[in-house]
């Protein structure tokens, strides 16, 4: 079993990890609700300066460049290639369906970073097992039991657990789902190879699932609570944030839109996208 660390992304690498999120989102060539919905439930701006922030609102605007974030992933630690990975299974199976040119770019995110092909079947059964919980609100013993099953395949294979904890159906489990999901990791710990971080859920730092777990039953529960319902608001206020700097783009290219087809189709999009964010926020605000 891999010695338990601390690891904390930086701005940089956090900003590397959604550009490629948003990226698969693009791939099939149209933003849609679900996907926004699987980004924005990971995005954490805590911390980050303007421009780190105004980088990811332009991400709505404009797909990013992938090849360069690739480049960047590629170099790092296991822990971010594999949560790259990770979540951009998750954005691509958002809607319940891969689609072709989704699937070339996860073969290249595959080769690029270093990710087996156990791996990815692992990977892949542990995103829709997640979801498949997250979405249809299964009872606590039974996340428990199929976390615990889906996990220990991932460590099976050589996956950080690290990787899945930043895994925006599991940051959205409801707080009795996360910490049977924690109380998973933590069983499987000592029994599978390969299982030994995990994440604070929707922070980018990482810290050892015994520290993590070093309280009682009671405290545990309203601690997951008190952590999802501040996540909850500071990925509704990403939105709003994101909603606005939308706004603003449409409103400067309505002026220009006068003068040129193609700005006018950019405002027919951007309007678009906008409405799925408020959509996206009206969803959040009500599992709240």
């Given amino acids: 079993m891999k ?8 701005e940089t690498q956090l900003l590397d990890l959604y550009a490629i999120m948003f990226g698969m989102a693009y791939a099939d060539g149209e933003l849609e609700k679900d996907e926004l919905q699987a980004i924005y439930e990971v995005i954490n701006t805590e911390g980050f300066s303007e421009d780190g922030k105004r980088a990811i609102q332009d991400y709505i605007v404009l797909a990013p460049d992938i090849d360069v974030h690739i480049n960047n992933i590629k170099r790092e630690i296991e822990e971010l290639r594999f949560t790259c990975y990770v979540n951009a299974v998750e954005v691509a199976y958002s809607n319940y369906i891969i689609e072709e040119s989704e699937e070339r770019l996860l073969k290249r995110l595959k080769t ?34 199929a976390l615990k099953s889906a996990m220990a395949g991932l460590g099976a294979v050589g996956v950080p657990v690290a990787a899945v904890y930043f895994c925006g159906s599991v940051v959205g489990l409801s707080a009795a789902g996360i910490t049977s999901g924690l109380a998973a990791l933590g069983l499987g710990m ?15 730092i990482f810290i050892a699932v015994s520290k993590l777990l070093d ?9 997951a609570l008190k952590e999802k319902e501040r996540r909850a608001q500071q990925v509704i206020k990403n939105l709003q944030e994101s909603i606005n700097h939308l706004v603003d783009k449409i409103k400067e290219l309505e002026i220009k839109a006068k003068d040129a087809d193609a700005n006018k189709e950019a405002v027919k999009e951007l309007s678009k996208r906008l409405k799925m964010l408020q959509q996206v926020v009206m969803n959040k605000k009500a599992s709240v």
Avoid: H, L, N, W
């Fill in 190 to 204: 000592g029994m599978v190879p390969g299982i030994g971080m995990a994440i604070v859920i929707g922070a980018g």
């Fill in 215 to 223: 309280v009682g039953g009671k405290r545990k529960k309203e601690k």
């Fill in 112 to 145: 690029s970073f270093g990710i087996t092909e156990k791996q990815d079947i692992e990977i892949r059964k542990f995103v829709k097992e997640a979801r498949r919980i997250k979405d249809r609100g299964i009872d606590d013993k039974y996340a428990e039991d």
């Fill in 3 to 10: 010695k338990s660390k601390d690891i904390k992304f930086e």
